[in-house]
T-cell receptor
């Protein structure tokens, strides 16, 4: 079955700097890659997703890139703000339920 | 439009007891998936229901079960609780079955503590 590895597990950046979180997946049949943000005491919230026929997608300060050949995808957050502090999860879907990475705890230091 | 709601938000049970958790999906959504979230294992898929039928099941023992009603609301049940069942149980809804580019929207979760 699908296996998703996510790195790093923790990440601290200064406010205004960029943050990058990387994920790799194992099943070449995976065709949908969402990213979720989970704040303390809340459920994960979808922040951006990408489909396998697209290499990059951007939404304001957030962007996701996908390299199907290497089976990895990344989340890029620019101009980080304190409210970006949260746990971020990547996921992959090979046409079956989502398989999640273990999460990255991002801390933005003001 | 209202989001996914889960009740109760917090539960404390003792070993051996059973528990039922409830999830109301976003209006119009027909798929409900359940996940267990723990610090060590992250988000692990339990099962998915679509149109009252279980469509997929994760690798959990038979003590974990669920069902979906005609209005798409779903319940999950855990029998003979063990200490290791302590976790945040998350429900997610989507318009269609998961995969196929269907976005999943999560509820706030039910925090279950087993003593």
């Amino acid at each position: 079955g699908e296996n998703v590895e996510q790195h790093p597990s923790t990440l601290s950046v200064q406010e205004g700097d960029s943050a990058v979180i990387k994920c790799t997946y194992s099943d070449s049949a995976s065709n949908y890659f969402p990213w979720y943000k989970q704040e303390l005491g809340k459920g994960p919230q979808l922040i951006i997703d990408i489909r396998s026929n697209v290499g990059e997608k951007k939404d304001q300060r957030i962007a996701v890139t996908l390299n199907k050949t290497a089976k990895h995808f990344s989340l890029h957050i620019t101009e980080t703000q304190p409210e970006d502090s949260a746990v971020y999860f990547c996921a992959a879907s090979p046409g079956t339920p989502l398989v999640f990475g273990k999460g990255t705890r991002l801390s933005v230091i003001a | 439009k209202a989001g996914v709601t889960q009740t109760p938000r917090y539960l404390i049970k003792t070993r051996g007891q059973q528990v039922t958790l409830s999830c109301s999906p976003i209006s119009g959504h027909r798929s409900v998936s359940w996940y267990q979230q723990t610090p060590g294992q992250g988000l692990q898929f339990l099962f998915e229901y679509f149109s009252e039928t279980q469509r997929n099941k994760g690798n959990f023992p038979g003590r974990f079960s669920g069902r979906q009603f005609s209005n798409s609301r779903s319940e999950m049940n855990v029998s003979t609780l063990e200490l290791g069942d302590s976790a945040l149980y998350l429900c997610a809804s989507s318009r269609g079955q998961t995969g196929s580019y269907n976005e999943q929207f999560f509820g706030p979760g039910t925090r279950l503590t087993v003593l």
